[in-house]
């Protein structure tokens, strides 16, 4: 770890100074400079693409705020996002950090091809493999932010750049899942290859590839114009990620609470060092810092923090969130929300998914991000299931969550409309704070399942659309770009 996190550190630096020096030279011209001289370069390269990752994976503006689970506590730092008041001018979005990572693994493909790797071949197979993986994520997120985007798949060597129009979503989600479909035929090859192996969490292996795509064939299914083979395909991926060794924590408290290198539920996560990032990861805007909570009777029960740098008190979970927890006894209240109690009532309910780590300065936000859990794994299966009317094994993999949770299986109606309402509602309990709700709202409202704009409160007598504005910057780059649907 100590090595992977130098790596990234340093790559970091890198394609942040290729950011600055645009202006003079191409960004592939100048990692061309430094890199890919010998075989030795291309891991340390792809290491430092998980930045770009990682960065995408801690900005909740796109997969949560937009959702019902957030309110303001005491400091609110919400964007137009969170207030649905999205336009041209109000909100749109400049996606180069996407391209950024896209050009980068672009460029890796290119030049490692005239690599023989001759005393490694699977050390190549391995080096492709995570960058198909990388790439793909970057798409499948560009999509379910924009609905639609340009593909690019050349790799930029010169000053000659090759403008895109807009892809329909159905061919972005192909490339999504052809992408995902190469990087397991590389990681298969390879003559080590075992399902269960994870050299690390951090990084893409076989299992969190079948995961990824699995959450990519629901998406096609729902939104993309996909049917009934892509949710038997996602089931099928589903149950390959069960083989690869995951399994469910019997304590709910280490979802969060222990890192994902010793955790058997994560497949997939970004990980976080005290030192590492200034302020920690999207959590810190969900702890309170301590002057906040003067006066309350539960103070050190309350995850806080001394210095407001390190927290800084925005986020609350939503009363409709905290409705989703019918069931009192239900084990991961104490793992979502703790509300703070004075002499006159409770005020605000605080986050408590990610409560960080108190060193001997202070708290900090350093919780390994989940990307892919196998309870998530479950829920989508469920909901797969669901939809191809398999009622039956829909309430099992629903019913394996619940179980863990300590709350009874369910018991409402076996019904195709109730069964989905109830796997939505557990998304909400499961996987609050984990940056998902949005794209599950949108999902499901793409399914019919839900009315997203009767839903969401800030949602409610608006029309804006479901997806982001691009910027001017990027039309005026690109004048074969056009705006996002449903913006003037």
């Given at each position: ?41 291309f891991?340390p ?28 506590a ?26 950024r ?13 005239d ?56 061919e ?28 690390t ?60 290198a ?121 909901e ?22 300590g ?7 076996m ?9 939505l ?9 984990e ?17 997203v ?25 690109n ?10």
């Amino acid at each position: 770890m100590k090595k992977t996190s130098c790596y990234i550190m340093f790559l970091a630096l890198l394609f942040t100074s290729c950011d600055k020096l645009l202006d003079v030279k191409p960004q592939s011209q100048i990692t061309d400079q430094v890199f890919f001289r010998n075989e030795g370069d291309f891991e340390p390269n792809v290491v430092g693409i998980y930045t770009v990752m990682r960065s995408i994976a801690n900005n909740v503006t796109y997969g949560t705020e937009r959702s019902e689970e957030l309110i303001s506590a005491t400091n609110s730092r919400f964007t137009v996002a969170w207030s649905q008041t999205l336009s041209p001018s109000s909100g749109a979005v400049n996606y180069s950090e996407w391209y950024r990572g896209i050009g980068h693994c672009n460029l890796l493909l290119d030049k490692i091809q005239d690599f023989a790797f001759a005393a490694n071949p699977n050390l190549k197979k391995k080096i492709v493999g995570e960058t198909l993986a990388l790439r793909a994520y970057f798409y499948f997120h560009l999509l379910r932010v924009f609905g639609s985007v340009p593909i690019v798949l050349e790799a930029i060597t010169d000053e000659n750049v090759i403008l895109h129009k807009r892809a329909s979503a159905q061919e972005v989600i192909a490339q999504v899942l052809s992408d995902l479909d190469k990087a397991t035929a590389q990681f298969t090859g390879m003559t080590d290859f075992s399902k269960t192996n994870y050299p690390t969490k951090y990084r893409f292996a076989y299992g969190s590839v079948m995961a990824m795509k699995a959450d990519a064939l629901l998406w096609k299914a729902s939104v993309a114009g996909g049917g009934p083979a892509d949710l038997q395909a996602a089931v099928a991926a589903i149950t390959e990620a069960e083989s690869t060794g995951v399994s469910l924590q019997p304590d709910f408290a280490k979802v969060t609470g222990v890192r994902a290198a010793a955790n058997n539920e994560v497949l997939m996560a970004a990980y976080y060092n005290k030192d590492e990032t200034p302020g920690g990861n999207y959590a810190k805007n969900a702890l309170p810092f301590k002057d906040i909570l003067e006066g309350a009777i539960n103070k050190e029960q309350i995850p806080y923090v001394k210095n407001s740098t390190n927290g800084q008190g925005a986020y609350q979970i939503s009363p409709l969130s905290k409705s989703l927890f019918t069931n009192p006894a239900d084990k991961r209240i104490p793992y979502t929300w703790i509300a703070d109690m004075y002499a006159s009532g409770p005020k605000i309910s605080w986050i408590t998914k990610y409560p960080g780590t108190v060193y001997a300065d202070d708290r900090y936000a350093d919780n390994d991000l989940i990307i892919y859990r196998l309870a998530d794994l479950y829920l989508l299966k469920a909901e797969a299931y669901a939809a191809l009317d398999d009622l039956n094994n829909s309430k099992k993999y629903l019913d394996n969550v619940k179980l863990r949770a300590g709350v009874e299986a369910y018991t409402g109606d076996m019904t195709k409309t109730a069964l989905e309402k109830e796997i939505l509602n557990e998304r909400g309990r499961e996987l609050f704070f984990e940056n998902k709700r949005w794209f599950d709202l949108v999902r499901f409202h793409k399914a019919g399942i839900i009315d997203v704009y009767n839903y969401v409160p800030n949602l409610k007598g608006k029309t804006t659309p479901l997806f982001w504005p691009v910027n001017t910057t990027v039309l005026a780059n690109n004048p074969d770009m056009t705006q996002t649907d449903g913006y003037k």
